[in-house]
Every structure is written in structure tokens, then in C-alpha cells.
């Protein structure tokens, strides 16, 4: 009750950011922590391939978080934040519908670079929007980032149950839903890049 209170306080922009982050987390780890089962089991890779697979992931998001920083920099945060959402949306629809590795490969850089572009955006546009209560800002950021990295897995976890796509598609939706509402609600601001990964 009390994180909902302290989140009351803040602008929209910022409370947008915060759900914003809730789904970020929820909707990667409902996917990426079974994707590898997925691969090896249910479509029968090798587990060198799987490791391709996964490698490029990590390899595109952590590797090309200078070029996010420099999208923020040059086309501002809104724009960078809603392109990563919209890109992590067509990269996890791939996992559900794709089965050949070119498409999974595709997938895994969309998915990658979808991170690299809103993660360094978000936070340059937190810290410049809540200004003097920027320590107050990034503790909710944590907060909302560890509950989405918590829900995530028992989220994916059930939808299993039924099938791996079900789980991947509902992360696509999710994404899809904040591309959405920060197209529509979060107001435009020139700020600059800022580095660092907070999860997904």
C-alpha cells in the first residue's frame, strides 16, 4: 500500500514509467526462462544451437546498449522507449509462431535490441522527470522491476501448462499494451541517453 501511495506522488509521466517497468519484467521473465526448454524439447535443437540462440539475445541487448543510449540522445527517450517496446513485441511474437532458426535468430535480435533501446531511454527519462526526488524515483523503479522479475516466472510458469506459445504471445500482448500506452500518454522530452541495464 505504501509503494501505491509513494507512486500516487509522482507525475503521470513517471507512474507510467514505473507500470511501464512492472511489464517490462513481467513480460521477460514470463518468456526468456523457458526459452531454452523450449528450443531443446519442444522444437528438438541441439544445445549448441540453443546457445547460439540465447547467446545472440544476450549479445544484441548488451552490446548495443551504446546505440540505445545514442537513439535517446538523437531522437529522444519517448521515441526510443515506444520503438523498444514495439520491437520487443514483433521479437517475442517470433518465439511463439517461428520454428526454423533463421526466424528464432530474428527473434533474439529484435528481442535484444528491443532491451538496449528502452532501458538506457527509461531511465534517462525518470531521472530528468522526477528531478530533485530522483532517489525517491529509482527506489519504486526497483521495486516494480523486482516484482515484475518475481511475477514473471510464475506467470510463464502456468501458462506452460498449456503451451510455450501461449506464454510468449502473452508476453507479446503485454508489450504491445505498453507500446500502446506510452504512445498515447507519455508526454515528449529531450533528455539525454543515460547507460546501465535494470533486467529485462
Not at 501461449?166 to 515528449?188: C, H, I, K, N, Y
Request: with cysteine.
Amino acid at each position: 500500500m505504501q509503494t501505491w501511495r509513494e507512486m500516487r506522488e509522482f507525475p503521470l509521466a513517471i507512474r507510467l514509467l514505473l507500470v511501464n517497468q512492472l511489464g517490462v519484467n513481467t513480460g521477460f521473465y514470463l518468456l526468456i526462462p523457458y526459452l531454452a526448454t523450449h528450443l531443446g524439447e519442444d522444437l528438438g535443437m541441439s544445445a549448441a544451437v540453443v546457445g547460439i540462440v540465447l547467446g545472440v539475445r544476450n549479445l544484441s541487448q548488451q552490446g548495443l546498449f551504446i546505440i540505445g543510449g545514442s537513439a535517446a540522445d538523437r531522437l529522444g527517450a519517448r521515441r526510443v522507449i515506444i520503438a523498444g517496446c514495439a520491437l520487443r513485441t514483433v521479437g517475442f511474437g517470433l518465439f511463439a509462431l517461428g520454428d526454423g532458426l533463421g526466424v528464432l535468430l530474428a527473434a533474439s535480435v529484435l528481442s535484444g535490441f528491443a532491451g538496449a533501446l528502452f532501458n538506457p531511454a527509461v531511465r534517462a527519462y525518470l531521472a530528468q522527470e522526477a528531478g530533485e526526488r530522483k532517489a525517491e524515483a529509482f527506489a519504486l523503479f526497483n521495486v516494480f522491476a523486482t516484482t515484475g522479475a518475481l511475477v514473471g516466472p510464475l506467470l510463464g510458469s502456468a501458462l506452460l501448462l498449456v503451451d510455450f506459445r501461449v506464454s510468449a504471445l502473452t508476453a507479446a500482448a503485454l508489450f504491445a499494451l505498453l507500446t500502446v500506452a506510452q504512445a498515447m500518454v507519455l508526454p515528449a522530452r529531450e533528455v539525454p541517453p543515460a547507460r546501465g541495464d535494470h533486467h529485462g
